[in-house]
């Protein structure tokens, strides 16, 4: 498994961290070196540094819950700590080869300072990062498309995806993100995925949250579709435990769903008020199904009236050339958090067509979202969460 490969590394990245930390400790003052105070900063790092595992292995509890919500932020913490001390120790290694070399700040308490500024330069990026994952905002896009819908000018679409509601998604942001659509006044919410992070354990307040969920205002309702971890699986800081081959989707999800009025599309094709159709692709990777398959967008358009608009939900912006060439007019997705950590978001440009934002793909629109909630680290350093705001206008 991938994961048992990684760990070593990951034991050894933070054993790193913790020597640097107990040398700083001993740069500001020889007593905090000493056993007790060294015990108590080295016992309070590796809890943090475990609780992912731990918060794998609990019972579910309180206390269970209360570790996998610091994990939740643990990630992104070792992430920029990390970061930080490797830029400073290669600022050290290339001042060595000049005059500084025997200046106070390779002394006792330049390294004293070196450490604050290292701690405080990674600790003000983690708290932007947990602020802004919070801040949900509204990116606008206009389109309009060359087909009549008779009795409909204009449709006002709300996009939303990637909630992964759980330990660390609640109440309280899905909340805000329902608040935010409601302003929009939508005729139709697309959900393009991830509405749970792997499991609905997590949901701190679930009736609240299927009730903050039927709050959502619009004429055609919310539509959805399932994402990679719309599926019940085991998942330690980031991997997945499943030995069963393709695991199929969790009834229990379906229940909250239905309970909450979020209509889902699982490869299935809806004709709306005899106006447009709504298609819901299976995920690629965990498409839900006993055999691992989906189909394809040519075999979910084949029997559609393609004179009307045709609108695909599909979790990951991929197959974009074979969804147009199916007839779509606009694919809507997520998945991508638009790499929701940087430097994540350079590799998230350089995997995906269209990792974030619209792009015209032939004669289809192609537009994803950064998502509301968080993979991980609650945090988003780089990106933003949002909520799409979407006009499309028929000019046929």
Excluded at 287 to 306: C, F, N, Q, Y
Aim: proline letters at 4%; a negative charge.
């Amino acid at each position: 498994m991938i994961f048992l490969l990684l760990f070593p590394g990951y034991l050894l990245v933070n054993i790193y961290i913790a020597a640097r930390l107990l040398h700083w400790l001993r740069c500001l003052n020889s007593r905090l070196g000493g056993r007790i105070p060294a015990g108590i900063a080295l016992g309070a790092y590796f809890f943090a540094a475990l609780s992912p595992i731990l918060a794998f292995l609990l019972p579910r509890s309180g206390f269970a819950i209360a570790v996998r919500r610091l994990s939740a932020y643990w990630m992104g913490v070792m992430l920029y700590f990390t970061a930080a001390m490797l830029i400073a120790e290669l600022i050290r290694a290339a001042l060595l080869h000049t005059k500084l070399r025997g200046s106070r700040l390779f002394s006792r308490a330049g390294a004293a300072a070196v450490g604050g500024a290292v701690i405080l330069a990674a600790g003000a990026v983690c708290f932007w990062g947990g602020y802004n994952a919070r801040q949900i905002r509204t990116a606008e896009y206009e389109v309009t498309l060359d087909k009549q819908v008779p009795g409909l000018e204009e449709l006002r679409v709300v996009l939303i995806a990637d909630t992964h509601m759980g330990y660390a998604v609640g109440r309280d942001h899905i909340r805000n993100m329902a608040e935010k659509i409601n302003a929009c006044s939508p005729d139709i919410v697309i959900f393009a995925g991830d509405i749970f992070d792997n499991s609905t354990a997590g949901l701190d307040h679930p009736e609240e949250i299927a009730e903050i969920f039927r709050s959502i205002n619009s004429r055609y309702g919310i539509w959805a579709t399932y994402g990679n971890h719309d599926i019940d699986e085991e998942i330690l800081m980031g991997f997945t435990f499943n030995w069963s081959g393709s695991p199929p989707n969790d009834s229990r999800m379906r229940e909250f769903c239905e309970k909450a009025g979020i209509n889902l599309l699982c490869d299935e094709t809806k004709l709306i008020d005899g106006k447009f159709y709504l298609v819901g692709r299976r995920d690629r990777s965990k498409p839900g199904t006993d055999d691992g398959s989906r189909l394809t967008p040519a075999e979910l358009t084949k029997e559609l009236d393609t004179s009307k608009p045709v609108f695909f939900i599909a979790h990951e912006p991929d197959e974009l050339s074979e969804t147009a060439a199916a007839g779509a007019d606009i694919d809507f997705s997520g998945h991508t958090h638009d790499g929701q950590l940087f430097p994540l978001t350079v590799i998230t440009d350089l995997m995906w067509e269209n990792p974030c934002g619209m792009l015209k793909k032939d004669s289809m629109y192609s537009i994803v979202t950064s998502g509301v909630g968080v993979f991980g680290p609650f945090m988003r350093v780089g990106t933003d969460a949002e909520i799409c705001d979407i006009r499309i206008r028929f000019a046929g």
